[in-house]
């Protein structure tokens, strides 16, 4: 079910409704794990005894790790994160292994390659390690405060962590420390309808304005498409589709945090204007922060962080960049992409130390559009996965120059892309010059709600549905 | 953003139509679809088809309405059909491509019970009256073509004789080899099935209300006529649907069409193709 389609307004007007009356005050936990199931065995009702199996796996073994026999905590612990990972590497990533181990037709490669890609699953298995490693560390807060001695509750409150509907299918990635510590009666009174409003219209307007459009017009970044293109055509198209990919993802972000609020639950932001980053680690701590925050908690320091050393260091963030690209998608050239942008941390890292750089205005400005570049050129893999086909890409970038121009879509790109551009560049005018929105904010949502109404594009699957 | 959108929609009703925003081939897509679902006009005859027969120039012909979408199948013309109350006398269909289904997306957006009765009542809804679309029209090309022929011709010479068009450009055998590629494969017998069991329901049904039906190919390049993929489509079209049984346009001589990329015709071929049609269209039918 999409977030821009009717029958998700519907189911979460109907929620909403039966969440705040009295009647239903002490069932709003259930029936939020009600409405979060519809919402998820929508489209692939089968898949929901996935999502019920995965839940399981961090009921038992959360509980077990606080209430089971203390000498066997850790077991608990090694066994919970185990099965989460072996779930998702058995649905996600069976193709990629059929395609690669699997050359000839043969049973077994064809029975991985039929694997049904059910979807948030990336989102939801880290959720529950995230649950399982809380728990067992008590890094934040007391066990006993994630799992309630009552396993019913527990079973509950686990089902709605992992479940509830804004965050089950494409994130944010909220921790357990976060969420369930939240969980309790909420009132209507107690809703912040401003900033409700201001998340949902900006996350539906990046959404179905900028992203839905955009991706109308970067189509022809697809293979064998961009052959016939303009080398002036084809780099506006990429700087089209890294502004479309922003705009997919936190206007999803933004809508799931705004939906959060309404039902009284409180998510973390998941970017922070990324592109205005001048670095490669400052563009990771603003971009899918809570993927970026969960790999580095749970991945990045228990490799022993940047503390065993330079070489070391390096090839943690080699590691933890690849992983985080394979997570994003079942194929290696979200690998290659991993790897590029571990390649430019580590690059990054070991420049520092040698080289120090004034920090003049044109030198930030110049390191943010290389940033900005990198960036972008990065996200040519995740449209064109066939790595063949990224470096023809490249190829007709230089080869296309006498081809002729297409002036409509790179209006249109233009256009479409300023919204990303103006959302970066206020935030930095705001913050150097400490200037005020306030007076003209209600103008301005107002005027992006009338261009939801009259100018959004053709509905399309948020592309991070496919992580 | 009411008092906005009121007077927006007033601004559409109330001024002249000076604009032709489509900014993609989806939206162009949905405009075409649209403007034939609210018409109040009654079209004598409608073509449905790919972006094949989308070339062909309903313009120049009588009472025609050109069903044809970029990108999409002629499942999606026929659907269209099964919505509207007016049907035309005669429907044309495009036999090229047939094998590529149906994008359930677009007719369900098209006739989803929130968007349609929105947008034939409030006209600004509609997809040809996109505020950025009409913007961006304008622009592109009073600003953007002008900025970039500028910067164009600081930096490398106009377009050479590599790009004419239609002609042996190193795009055109490019794009020219990826459908011979394509035509030469064998097409899934399963999917020729499918095909057809949904076409011949489509044109039963069609029937049934009284409709004409006749079938057309377009010209394309002379080198994909005899490949596997349109020789085993165009038996089957003959046993499915016999001559004898069903109209069809001949294609014509495919030596006197060029095509940009080996399907679509250029320009000056589809006003050819247009005339021909036109006169196909006087002696065939009834």
Redesign the interface.
């Known amino acids: 079910m999409l977030f821009t389609s ?1 029958i998700f307004i519907v189911l979460v007007i109907i929620t909403f409704v039966l969440y705040y009356i009295p009647l239903f005050r002490k069932q709003q936990v259930s029936l939020l794990i009600i409405s979060s199931l519809l919402f998820y065995s929508y489209n692939q009702p089968i898949l929901v005894l996935l999502l019920l199996f995965s839940v399981s796996i961090n009921i038992v073994s959360s509980y077990y790790i606080v209430y089971g026999n203390p000498n066997n905590k850790k077991q608990y612990a090694i066994a919970g994160v185990a099965l989460n990972l072996g779930l998702l590497l058995f649905f996600k990533y069976s193709p990629l292994f059929a395609k690669t181990f699997f050359k000839e037709s043969n049973s077994i490669g064809d029975f991985l390659l039929t694997m049904p890609l059910p979807i948030g699953i990336s989102f939801f298995t880290f959720q529950g390690i995230s649950l399982v490693i809380d728990v067992y560390k008590e890094k934040y807060v007391n066990s006993y405060e994630l799992v309630p001695r009552s396993f019913l509750l527990h079973a509950k409150q686990i089902l709605f962590f992992k479940g509830f509907f804004p965050q089950l299918i494409s994130g944010p990635i909220v921790k357990a420390h976060d969420f369930i510590t939240q969980i309790k009666q909420k009132n209507f009174y107690e809703i912040d309808w401003v900033s409700v409003f201001k998340f949902i219209v900006m996350g539906y307007f990046l959404k179905m ?1 900028v992203a839905d ?1 955009l991706k ?2 970067t ?1 022809w970044i697809a293979f ?1 498409y961009f ?2 293109q303009s080398t ?1 055509g084809l780099l506006f198209m990429l700087f089209g589709y890294s502004c479309q990919i922003f705009a997919d993802f936190a206007g999803y972000s933004l809508i799931a945090i705004g939906l959060a609020k309404l039902f009284g639950y409180n998510f973390k932001d998941n970017f922070n204007f990324p592109y205005i980053s001048t670095s490669f680690k400052e563009f990771w701590k603003r971009w899918h922060i809570s993927l970026s925050s969960f790999l580095m908690e749970y991945l990045y320091f228990p490799l022993g962080g940047n503390k065993k050393g330079k070489i070391r260091t390096y090839i943690n963030l080699m590691i933890v960049m690849i992983l985080g690209g394979l997570w994003h998608g079942a194929a290696w050239s979200y690998a290659v992409w991993g790897f590029f942008h571990g390649l430019a941390l580590a690059i990054e890292r070991f420049l520092s130390d040698k080289i120090v750089i004034r920090a003049t205005i044109f030198a930030k400005i110049a390191k943010g559009l290389l940033v900005f570049a990198f960036v972008t050129l990065a996200w040519l893999l995740f449209k064109l996965p066939n790595f063949e086909h990224a470096v023809n890409f490249i190829q007709c970038v230089f080869t296309n ?5 297409n ?6 790109i ?3 892309s300023s919204p990303v551009i103006l959302y970066h560049f206020a935030y930095l005018i705001k913050k150097r010059f400490f200037i005020s929105f306030k007076k003209i904010e209600f103008v301005l949502y ?2 992006l ?3 939801i ?3 959004s ?3 399309g699957a948020f592309i991070y549905f496919q992580f | ?1 009411i008092v ?2 009121l007077a ?1 929609a007033g601004f559409v009703i109330v001024a002249p139509k000076w604009w032709h925003a ?6 162009g897509n ?1 405009v075409k679809a649209q403007q034939f679902i609210y018409t109040k006009d009654t079209y004598s005859n409608v073509i449905v088809g790919s972006s094949l027969a989308n070339k062909i120039l309903s313009d120049s012909l009588p009472n025609t309405y050109n069903l044809s979408f970029d990108g999409l199948s002629i499942y999606d013309g026929l659907e269209i059909l099964t919505h509207i109350k007016k049907l035309p006398k005669n429907v044309f269909i495009e036999t090229n491509v047939v094998l590529r289904t149906a994008d359930t ?1 677009f007719t369900s ?1 098209l006739f ?1 019970p ?1 968007q349609y009765y929105s947008k034939e009542y409030v006209k ?2 509609r997809d040809d ?5 009409i ?3 304008q ?3 009073r ?3 002008k900025i ?1 022929n500028r ?2 011709s600081i930096f ?1 010479s106009p ?2 004789a ?2 004419k068009p239609g002609g042996e450009s190193a ?1 055109f055998q ?2 020219l080899d ?1 459908q011979v590629k394509d035509y030469s494969k064998i097409p899934d017998k399963l999917k020729i099935t499918e095909s057809f069991t949904k076409l011949k329901k489509y044109v039963s049904e069609l029937k049934d209300k009284g409709v004409n039906v006749c079938f057309f190919e377009m010209p394309v390049n002379k080198e994909l006529i005899n490949l596997p993929s349109a020789t085993i489509i165009k038996s089957k079209f003959l046993t499915d649907f016999p001559q004898t049984k069903y109209t069809y346009i001949l294609v014509p001589d495919s030596a006197n069409y060029t095509t940009g ?1 080996g399907l679509h015709l250029n320009n000056e071929s589809a006003i050819t193709y247009t005339r021909y049609f036109k006169e196909s269209i006087k002696n065939y039918l009834p």
């Open positions: 009717s304005v459009n109308d017009l189509f064998p052959q016939a002036i120059f006498s081809y002729a121009e002036y409509q879509l790179i209006t249109y233009i256009l479409y107002g005027f709600f009338f261009l109404i009259v100018n594009g053709s509905a | 953003m906005l959108l927006y489509i900014q993609n081939q989806w939206q949905l997306n957006g989803s929130i600004a809804l009256e996109q505020p950025i679309a913007v961006g029209d622009i592109s090309w600003v953007t073509n970039i910067f164009k490398y377009p050479s590599n790009n795009l490019k794009m990826i990329d």
